[in-house]
């Protein structure tokens, strides 16, 4: 059979492979692409509307993002809601929930009031929810379990509704498939069970071996998860990063006790997003806690061990990841955020712990409220940068300038999602000469 070729082939049926055949679909004159997904449906890892926490990650109360990434962050968040706008998916997968991030005690109360400052020029909609306000939007978070108020100082800054906040990823990468192959006169295939085990250069072209077919293409973009830096390296590319996947599991209630999404403030020092409350869309509002944060040795989550070997090669262990590990592991208040993440995990304790971490949202929690989330959580794929000694907390690409690109995409690569296809759809046009309509892109979902 002779091989099948493209202009552009996209590897990883996830929201951010979903999001590039779109964006190449609708936007440009390329005019065959394929997406190639190892699995038989989309999105069945981390886009999946269990594996993350739903949010639309716009900057608004994610303590941990400073003025500047809050900018950048807006621009690609407000790409998912226009998108999502322009289709009428709102109410179907997208919803506006009331969200906020609290400050508890005077030290935490007094940083949100100076944060209020700060952002209040970018995110002209976020109040301050005094106590007495919290006590009539968000009830659960004064009262403790005897109906007596909390005494520490308690502070919210958010919005009451009118914000997209929460969408289902997993959803939203099906209508993006859904939407690229309505465009006409363009080859839009989709392969499922095609898991890519092997790429070559040759020449100018990329030869793919997927699901015991081969596969051509002009230009490749890997959005294979912790997976795209597996396929780097057996290229001999970005070998100086080395992948530390960190799982996030959930607690959920078995009613709902928050009416919308509450954030807590960032310690300075943990380089993951705090505990926060969520509610879930897939489960009728209920509340969810989570994400906690585990160093997992595998690639996947609930796919058996059979990424384990991957997770080895993917390490690249050596001396520089040894030294990242190290200065991890010296920092007291690290290690404790370490070690009581795993404890998360530990049948018994887990539950007792986690309930004392989420009173601090809502203190009124008791161990028969929530219930570990069996088969929720996905894995963020942590990149290490070995040159520099660091653990990367954003999204990183390798881009060697031969028609091929990977994508590591960690939290928040779903809200990103078309903002780093349309960085994508800028490199793959320039190196194949071909047209990207940025001007209709941007009045789609830009301006
Ligand atoms: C606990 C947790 C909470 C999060 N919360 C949020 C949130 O609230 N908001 C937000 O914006 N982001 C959040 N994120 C991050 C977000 O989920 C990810 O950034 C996003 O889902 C990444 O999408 P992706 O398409 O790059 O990767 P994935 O969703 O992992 O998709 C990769 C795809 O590639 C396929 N694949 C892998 N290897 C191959 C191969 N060899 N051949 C073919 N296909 C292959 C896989 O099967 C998969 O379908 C969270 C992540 C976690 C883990």
Same mark, same amino acid.
């Given at each position: 059979?002779?091989?099948?070729?493209?202009?552009?082939?996209?590897?990883?049926?996830?929201?951010?492979?979903? =999001?590039?055949?779109?964006?190449?679909?609708?936007?440009?004159? #390329?005019? @065959?692409?394929?997406?190639?997904?190892?699995?038989?449906?989309?999105?069945?890892?981390?886009?999946?509307?269990?594996?993350?926490?739903?949010?639309?990650?716009? %900057?608004?109360?994610?303590?941990?993002?400073?003025?500047?990434?809050?900018?950048?962050?807006?621009?690609?968040?407000?790409?998912?809601?226009?998108?999502?706008?322009?289709? *009428?998916?709102?109410?179907?997968?997208?919803?506006?929930?009331q969200k906020m991030a609290i400050g508890v005690g005077d030290d935490e109360v007094n940083y949100m009031r100076?944060? +209020?400052?700060?952002?209040?020029?970018? &995110?002209?909609?976020?109040?301050?929810?005094?106590?007495?306000?919290?006590?009539?939007?968000?009830?659960?978070?004064?009262?403790?379990?005897? *109906?007596?108020?909390?005494?520490?100082?308690?502070?919210?800054?958010?919005?009451?509704?009118?914000?997209?906040?929460?969408?289902?990823?997993?959803?939203?990468?099906?209508?993006?498939?859904?939407?690229?192959?309505?465009?006409?006169?363009?080859?839009?295939?989709?392969?499922?069970?095609?898991?890519?085990?092997?790429?070559?250069?040759?020449?100018?072209?990329?030869?793919? #071996?997927? *699901?015991?077919?081969?596969?051509? /293409?002009?230009?490749? #973009?890997?959005? =294979?998860?912790?997976?795209?830096?597996?396929?780097? +390296?057996?290229?001999?590319?970005?070998?100086?990063?080395?992948?530390? !996947?960190?799982? %996030?599991?959930?607690?959920?209630?078995?009613?709902?006790?928050?009416?919308?999404?509450?954030?807590?403030?960032?310690?300075?020092?943990?380089?993951?997003? /705090?505990?926060?409350?969520?509610?879930?869309?897939?489960?009728? %509002?209920?509340?969810? &806690?989570?994400?906690?944060?585990? /160093?997992?040795?595998?690639?996947?989550?609930?796919?058996?061990? @059979?990424?384990?070997?991957?997770?080895?090669?993917?390490?690249? $262990?050596?001396?520089?990841?040894?030294?990242? &590990?190290?200065?991890?592991?010296?920092?007291?208040?690290?290690?404790?955020?370490?070690?009581?993440?795993?404890? $998360?995990?530990? !049948?018994?304790?887990?539950?007792?712990? $986690?309930?004392?971490?989420?009173?601090?949202?809502?203190?009124?929690?008791?161990?028969?409220?929530?219930?570990? /989330?069996? *088969? $929720?959580?996905?894995?963020?794929?942590?990149?290490?940068?070995?040159?520099?000694?660091?653990?990367?907390?954003?999204?990183?690409?390798?881009?060697?300038?031969? %028609?091929?690109?990977?994508?590591?995409?960690?939290?928040?690569?779903?809200?990103?999602?078309?903002?780093?296809?349309?960085?994508?759809?800028?490199?793959?046009?320039?190196?194949?000469?071909?047209?990207?309509?940025?001007?209709?892109?941007?009045?789609?979902?830009?301006?």
């Open positions: 059979m002779a091989n099948k070729h493209y202009e552009v082939i996209v590897i990883g049926g996830g929201i951010s492979g979903a =999001a590039l055949f779109y964006e190449l679909a609708k936007y440009t004159d #390329v005019k @065959s692409i394929a997406l190639l997904e190892k699995y038989d449906a989309l999105s069945t890892l981390n886009s999946n509307g269990t594996s993350n926490s739903q949010t639309i990650h716009c %900057g608004d109360i994610e303590t941990n993002y400073t003025v500047e990434k809050a900018k950048s962050v807006k621009r690609t968040a407000k790409m998912v809601e226009k998108y999502c706008l322009q289709y *009428g998916y709102e109410n179907k997968f997208m919803f506006a929930h100076k944060r +209020h400052e700060d952002f209040k020029e970018l &995110f002209p909609y976020l109040e301050i929810f005094e106590k007495e306000k919290l006590k009539e939007i968000e009830p659960k978070l004064i009262f403790d379990e005897h *109906g007596n108020e909390r005494p520490e100082k308690i502070l919210g800054v958010g919005v009451e509704g009118g914000q997209w906040s929460t969408v289902d990823f997993g959803k939203m990468s099906e209508s993006l498939v859904e939407n690229a192959q309505k465009v006409e006169n363009t080859i839009t295939d989709v392969f499922f069970n095609a898991q890519v085990t092997s790429i070559k250069q040759i020449g100018k072209k990329h030869e793919l #071996v997927a *699901g015991g077919e081969t596969y051509t /293409a002009d230009f490749v #973009v890997v959005n =294979a998860g912790a997976h795209s830096l597996y396929l780097a +390296h057996r290229m001999g590319h970005g070998t100086n990063y080395g992948c530390l !996947p960190m799982a %996030g599991s959930f607690y959920v209630t078995t009613k709902k006790i928050l009416n919308g999404k509450v954030y807590m403030v960032q310690h300075p020092k943990l380089p993951f997003a /705090a505990l926060h409350g969520d509610p879930d869309i897939l489960l009728n %509002g209920f509340t969810r &806690f989570g994400p906690t944060a585990l /160093a997992l040795p595998k690639l996947e989550r609930y796919h058996g061990n @059979s990424t384990v070997i991957d997770f080895i090669r993917t390490l690249r $262990f050596d001396a520089n990841i040894a030294k990242i &590990f190290k200065d991890l592991l010296v920092d007291s208040d690290i290690r404790s955020y370490i070690l009581r993440n795993f404890m $998360f995990e530990v !049948p018994y304790i887990n539950k007792r712990l $986690f309930v004392k971490d989420a009173r601090k949202i809502v203190p009124s929690l008791q161990l028969e409220d929530i219930e570990y /989330a069996d *088969g $929720f959580g996905g894995v963020r794929p942590q990149v290490l940068d070995k040159e520099n000694q660091k653990l990367m907390l954003g999204e990183a690409s390798v881009n060697p300038g031969t %028609g091929i690109i990977f994508n590591m995409t960690p939290s928040p690569g779903a809200t990103s999602c078309l903002g780093n296809a349309e960085r994508d759809t800028k490199l793959v046009c320039e190196h194949l000469g071909k047209v990207f309509d940025h001007e209709k892109f941007c009045k789609d979902l830009v301006d």
